[in-house]
């Protein structure tokens, strides 16, 4: 939580300001909710970074694609679900039933947006060219079919007074880890939420996920720093501070 002290403004001088009147506090709150509103109105967030719609390292290829929770088609959908089951089931243990139903719904809620990893042949690549040819739109530079290799779930939302992009899952296939991929999808996450002007970057890594736990630390995109580490039961959330704000929020 962020303690009273923290959410106190402070002057130039380093005095402390006035508190702030219910009007500002609800002006604020209003312009917070601008924002949220604002970030889940674009359709698609990728499209902003023409650099990061390809992954390519050591003969490895990856294209990155859009997608929003309720219009996944039925396959990616099912993919999803099996590869989150395959890599948290052991780690939840007997509290994986009742968490896979709370994240299957999750998954497909309106507000839900995604990025999803995809490997194409040339094959793919060339058909794909030539539909764009002949004026068909395409997802980036690629088509839909590709094999899936992961999946980025996030979402806009407010915590702690503070608007937010919450990364609700960061998924890859073991063929896909150890590449580099997910600190790339990382710095393209800090990315979409530095442009839609979200104070932070959240996300809950499992203790046990040492690795993970690394990549997340030492990314530097966007001026971002960690604030704090917050223990939960299975995991451990990692907020972080996207560039300079007037009050600075911390979190115990």
Not at 56 to 83: A, C, D, M, W
Request: include cysteine; charge should be positive; proline fraction near 4%.
């Amino acid at each position: 939580m962020a303690t009273a002290e923290n959410k106190r403004p402070r002057s130039s001088g380093g005095g402390v300001e006035r508190p702030l009147s219910r009007k500002e506090i609800l002006g604020t709150k209003k312009a917070i909710k601008e924002l949220i509103r604002k970030a889940v109105a674009v359709k698609d967030h990728l499209a902003r970074f023409p650099d990061f719609h390809k992954y390519e390292r050591s003969g490895f290829s990856i294209y990155l694609e859009s997608g929003h929770g309720n219009q996944l088609p039925v396959p990616t959908r099912k993919y999803i679900q099996n590869l989150l089951k395959a890599n948290m089931e052991g780690t939840y243990g007997s509290e994986w039933p009742s968490e896979e139903k709370i994240k299957r719904r999750e998954m497909v809620a309106p507000e839900a947006r995604y990025i999803l990893t995809c490997q194409y042949t040339d094959n793919d690549i060339a058909k794909c060219f030539m539909k764009q040819d002949s004026g068909v739109e395409c997802a980036h530079v690629t088509c839909r079919g590709g094999r899936l290799l992961g999946f980025v779930h996030y979402r806009f939302i407010v915590e702690e007074d503070v608007p937010v992009l919450y990364v609700y899952e960061l998924q890859l296939e073991s063929s896909a880890q150890g590449k580099g991929l997910r600190k790339f999808l990382m710095q393209l996450i800090e990315l979409i939420a530095c442009k839609s002007q979200m104070w932070a970057v959240m996300l809950t890594v499992q203790k046990s996920n040492t690795d993970a736990m690394f990549t997340y630390s030492v990314l530097q995109i966007c001026n971002i720093q960690y604030l704090a580490i917050t223990s939960g039961s299975t995991g451990i959330t990692l907020p972080r501070k996207i560039v300079s704000t007037r009050t600075r929020y911390s979190y115990v």
